[in-house]
């Protein structure tokens, strides 16, 4: 349920910069999520339809874009993507150690919204 909160905080943000530019109706939300985030897809969805119910925003649909679990080795600064499976045990491709720290994955943001 945690999902209603961040929905409405999406909503806030669509509607807020919809109002700055004039725009009449949102069609569309593109929304960047990374793997590692439990947030579910048709669970943002639902509860986007109920918030945004007589507003700008009525009838949009989100378009939920999931970015990959990137890893930074501390040893070697070496970038990579892991999966969700072995990212307690991801080593890093270029020299081997399994110290990394987690530069994205978690994250949620939007990324650009269609209008009339």
């Known amino acids: 349920m945690h999902e209603l ?6 909503l806030n943000i669509v509607l807020k910069h919809a109002a700055k530019n004039n725009v009449r109706q949102v069609v569309a939300i593109h929304l960047r999520i990374g793997k590692l985030s439990d947030l579910e897809d048709e669970w943002i969805q639902h ?3 109920y918030l ?3 507003t700008m925003a009525q009838g949009a649909k989100l378009i ?3 970015t990959p679990i990137i890893l930074q080795c501390n040893s070697c600064k070496n970038s990579y993507e892991a999966d969700m499976a072995t990212i307690g045990d991801a080593a890093c491709p270029a020299c081997g150690q399994t110290d990394s720290t987690l530069i994205s994955g ?7 919204m269609e209008v009339q």
Do not use: A, N, V
């Open 5 to 10: 909160p961040i929905t409405e905080s999406i």
């Open 47 to 49: 509860y986007f339809d």
């Open 52 to 54: 945004s119910k007589g």
């Open 64 to 66: 939920i874009e999931r």
């Open 106 to 112: 978690r994250e949620y943001h939007i990324k650009d």
